[in-house]
């Protein structure tokens, strides 16, 4: 099982920016998919983004296309997300996640996953 550790979270007016980044600890990180989840008070978990074993594939949720960006550098073991132009919608506390993939994999499912981190918590004020 591999550990994750989320960062970067705060508070930003609506229209900055944001760097989350998440820290994976184990030897075979480069086995692993990683995806962004966030939930909102009162909601479900939903999907973010995710990203495949090479960094060549990524996949996004509608709400966040053209926003977000997620990236991974194997080196570091650490995947982050880029995220800017955000909005009020987007306050939730954001988790990281990991399942090991195929090379091309970029689930979008809670189910997908296995491994979690504790969540960092981004507020947009509007």
């Known amino acids: 099982q591999v550990q994750l550790v989320e960062s970067g979270g705060g508070l930003v007016q609506a229209g900055g920016s944001l760097r989350l980044s998440c820290t994976a600890s184990g030897r075979t990180y480069t086995t692993y998919v990683m995806g962004w989840f966030r939930q909102a008070p009162g909601k479900e978990r939903e999907f973010v983004a995710s990203?495949?074993?090479?960094?060549?594939?990524?996949g996004y949720a509608d709400s966040v296309k053209g926003r977000f960006t997620i990236s991974r550098d194997n080196t570091k073991n650490t995947v982050y997300l880029q995220m800017n132009r955000l909005v009020a919608e987007d306050t939730a506390v954001y988790y990281c996640a990991a399942r090991v993939g195929s090379y091309y994999d970029t689930p979008d499912s809670v189910a997908d996953f296995g491994s979690w981190g504790q969540g960092t918590q981004v507020t947009v004020s509007s």
């Open positions: 990203i495949s074993r090479s960094g060549g594939a990524t």
